[in-house]
């Protein structure tokens, strides 16, 4: 993966993602809809869906295939591959070795995000496509994203069975005479406009925020992305993909489940590594900073006293979550347990206050 001569981020990544100011996160697009991406904790996210799904009582996996499918129809909309809509399906029109050239396409952007290497072992037009990918992690997203990549091309619905086998997962796309899906609520969020702005320091070659290159390393052999101070693996998590989820949830089990997702990220954010505490008062300017770098928002107003924060955000990845963090990083700075107030809690602006529980 060719990297900037001056800040050593990839340049694929410059090309893909757009940085704004507001601690969000971009794809880039060419029209169609816009993707808002973060750059998330592979194993923290595989432990949140693990978790949901153990205390809830059943998977959530089939819900992650099915909001990925439509992240993955947003991605490839406006790249390379929808011409093929346009051929015909027949093994003379569409020869395997053309459509592994244009699954090449979505590789390339699978690896770069940090999600694993991918190779196709069959094709058949109109019918089936099976591929593997070595170093995959978070299997639902990805046969997500290949299902919805291989419905936009085959023009015909399609289902996806896939398997796990140590790091390497098996994808096998067939087409469907089924079209039962909840679209309505299974929707992508429109991306919010930028509310605040702040000033990164930025590569003049290439434009991204220059802490963001120091922060990760990328193996483009593997697929993969590392966070320097944690050695975890890390991927790019389209956001409108954890909001359908989220909502899915809530029409299935009602509202309670915010409060899962509030108190299983609360654990397993206690549980990663938090930056030492600076005698200069610094420690929340770094943290939030260290959010918005990874896409996951930056608050509109913060104030923080002996124990409490008060925090106002609309651009938060999801809001649930958001807090959560911030609640862990408040208890692990207190070694106390912590409580919440709501005084808004809607899916593009919330305030509360978050304290030591008395």
Not at 115 to 141: E, T
Not at 211 to 237: L, Y
Not at 249 to 276: F, H, M, W
Request: proline share 4%; charged share 25%.
């Amino acid at each position: 993966m060719k990297q900037c001569g001056e800040c050593g981020f990839p340049v694929r990544f410059a090309s893909l993602f757009e940085w704004r100011g507001d601690g969000t996160i971009l794809m880039k697009q060419r029209g169609g809809a816009l993707l808002q991406i973060a750059l998330l904790d592979a194993d923290e996210l595989q432990g949140l869906f693990d978790s949901l799904s153990e205390t809830i009582g059943f998977s959530v996996d089939h819900i992650l295939v099915e909001a990925q499918r439509r992240v993955g129809k947003a991605i490839y909309a406006n790249r390379p591959i929808p011409f093929l809509k346009l051929v015909p399906h027949s093994r003379m029109t569409r020869p395997q070795w053309a459509i592994k050239t244009a699954i090449d396409v979505l590789g390339r952007d699978i690896r770069a995000i940090g999600f694993g290497v991918v190779h196709v072992d069959s094709y058949r037009a109109g019918d089936h496509l099976a591929l593997h990918v070595d170093n995959a992690c978070l299997a639902p997203r990805l046969a997500g994203s290949f299902l919805g990549a291989a419905e936009l091309v085959e023009g015909v619905p399609m289902t996806v069975e896939y398997r796990m086998d140590g790091d390497r997962l098996a994808i096998d796309i067939r087409r469907s005479e089924e079209n039962d899906r909840a679209e309505e609520r299974l929707y992508l969020d429109e991306v919010a406009p930028a509310r605040a702005s702040q000033d990164y320091e930025r590569c003049d070659a290439c434009g991204a925020p220059v802490k963001i290159a120091r922060m990760i390393d990328w193996d483009s052999e593997r697929g993969s992305i590392e966070d320097r101070a944690t050695g975890h693996r890390d991927v790019m998590f389209a956001v409108q993909s954890l909001n359908s989820l989220q909502r899915e949830l809530e029409a299935e089990i009602g509202p309670r489940i915010r409060n899962v997702l509030y108190d299983t990220q609360v654990r397993l954010s206690l549980k990663a590594p938090v930056a030492p505490i600076a005698d200069d008062g610094s420690f929340w300017d770094d943290y939030l900073l260290g959010l918005a770098l990874r896409g996951m928002g930056y608050p509109d107003s913060f104030e923080s006293g002996e124990g409490t924060v008060t925090i106002e955000i609309s651009n938060a990845y999801n809001q649930t979550l958001y807090a959560a963090r911030i609640a862990a990083a408040l208890e692990a700075r207190t070694g106390k347990s912590s409580n919440i107030v709501w005084h808004k809690r809607d899916a593009d602006s919330a305030a509360y206050s978050i304290s030591e529980a008395q």
